[in-house]
């Protein structure tokens, strides 16, 4: 079985462009994390999409954005890059959802990098 | 509030135990994780422990619970040069909270 796939594995965007991040999950997965990582504040949660709804949302502005498709893939949207920004993004799958219920699975990460 | 603290660095000497602990603090968390990542990837999931367990055995790994204290351990048998990576522990929240994680160093 495939893992989580995310796509591209790096990116280099310039202040006040806008990026997209795709993830495709497990298949059979049905819940999609996403992770924000950075040496200063480690990993930090951003949303959660289950049956292409947002469940959960973490403490980012409205900048950071994502939706989640009917086959489950989900992208990320990042508008108005700031320096800041630049980190490794992580997607996370897990089976049913729930974080209590079934472990999150990560997939290598898109390193998004803002000169 | 939500966090999880973990010991920053571990050194040992291939062949050797390591012991990597990590204290939580969402008592209500139903599952206590360990993930490992290697340099350039993601996080790898290696092992989980139900919050009613005390104990839990994966091969090399061994995960310890102690509810009372909030303290989680996870112990590698037999270090190898292969297992130097950053270990994150993670409680469960509103979403996973995670550790800042501990380089291990495994020296030959």
């Known amino acids: 079985k495939a893992g989580v796939t995310q796509t591209p594995r790096y990116l280099i965007k310039t202040r006040g462009q806008q990026v997209t991040l795709s993830c495709s999950p497990i298949?059979?997965?049905?819940?999609v994390s996403w992770y924000q990582q950075t040496p200063g504040q480690g990993l930090q949660f951003l949303f959660e999409y289950f049956s292409e709804t947002q469940r959960n949302k973490g403490n980012f502005p409205g900048r950071f954005s994502g939706r989640q498709f009917s086959n489950s893939r989900s992208e990320m949207n990042v508008s108005t890059l700031e320096l800041g920004d630049s980190a490794l993004y992580l997607c996370?799958?897990?089976?049913?959802?729930?974080?209590?219920?079934?472990?999150?699975?990560f997939g290598n990460g898109t390193r998004l990098t803002v000169t | 509030g939500e966090d999880v603290e973990q010991s920053l660095f571990l050194s040992v000497r291939e062949g050797d135990s390591s012991v990597i602990n990590c204290t939580y603090t969402d008592s209500s968390s139903t599952y206590l994780y360990w993930y490992k990542q290697e340099p350039g990837a993601g996080l790898q999931l290696l092992t989980y422990i139900f919050s009613n367990m005390d104990m839990k055995q994966d091969q090399r790994l061994t995960v310890l619970l102690n509810k009372k204290d909030k303290h989680l351990s996870l112990r590698i048998a037999d270090t190898q040069t292969g297992d130097s990576a950053i270990y994150f522990c993670a409680e469960v929240g509103t979403a996973l909270i995670f550790g800042k994680g501990t380089t291990l160093s495994v020296s030959s």
């Open positions: 298949s059979g997965h049905r819940s």
């Open positions: 996370a799958s897990s089976s049913i959802g729930g974080l209590g219920d079934s472990p999150l699975h």
